[in-house]
């Protein structure tokens, strides 16, 4: 079974660039989840969907992040523009819907933002 | 915010030793859960209790729950080289039927088992 696929799996860019992030969950998972991972802060839910629809994106840390979920069987994270401060390693991860469902991660895009 | 503290941060024992890690948290829970992520990889469940369960066993692991404490811990027994790796804590403390399983994540504990 494949599981979650991230791409890029690295990427660099100069800040002020446009970076767009994407994740195809595990097929028939209906809640999709971005993390960010830094050695400061750990690991911070950003936002999740339920059935594509976003639930929380209370995570969000402002405006230049957004997240979309036309299908799914794909979401996207774009940061416009992005800062060196968005360095990080972003996970998508995706489960069944509902209280007790393992999260099964991607392996994560690493971003270095120059 | 951080739902779960773990502790130690960092451990460093024998193969064939045990290794115990510990997590607290702070509000009411649905469930905890074990991650575990080797170096450049993505998180991994172990394995999940319930607030309703005091012990379960998976393997090589047992993990306990003391909701009166707000504490869990992990034990993995006669560790291995291949177990090193970061371990987390997770908490899933939505309303029941709902939330969709949000969960909160602990700093982690960096496992090393010297061969």
């Known amino acids: 079974d494949a599981g979650v696929i991230q791409s890029p799996r690295h990427e660099v860019t100069e800040m002020g660039q446009e970076v767009t992030l994407r994740c195809k969950p595990i097929?028939?998972?209906?809640?999709l989840f971005w993390y960010r991972q830094t050695m400061m802060r750990g690991l911070e839910l950003l936002i999740y969907f339920n059935n594509n629809v976003p639930i929380d994106d209370s995570g969000m840390p402002e405006d230049r992040f957004s997240a979309k979920m036309p299908n799914a069987s794909f979401s996207t994270l774009k940061i416009q523009p992005s800062e060196p401060r968005d360095s990080a390693v972003y996970f998508c991860?995706?489960?069944?819907w509902g209280t007790g469902q393992p999260q099964h991660f991607g392996d994560g895009t690493r971003l270095s933002i120059l | 915010s951080q739902q779960g503290e773990e502790d130690p941060q960092a451990l460093s024992i024998q193969e064939g030793e045990n290794a115990t890690m510990n997590c607290s948290y702070k509000?009411?829970?649905?469930?905890l859960q074990w991650y575990r992520q080797n170096s450049g990889r993505g998180l991994v469940h172990l394995i999940l209790i319930r607030s309703n369960e005091r012990e379960k066993h998976s393997g090589r692991l047992r993990v306990t729950l003391d909701t009166s404490k707000k504490s869990s811990s992990l034990l993995i027994t006669a560790s291995r080289a291949a177990d090193t790796a970061s371990y987390f804590c997770a908490t899933d403390a939505g309303p029941l039927g709902n939330q969709g399983g949000k969960l909160i994540f602990g700093q982690g504990t960096e496992l090393s088992v010297k061969p």
């Open positions: 097929s028939g998972h209906n809640s």
């Open positions: 509000t009411s829970i649905n469930n």
């Open positions: 991860a995706s489960s069944f």
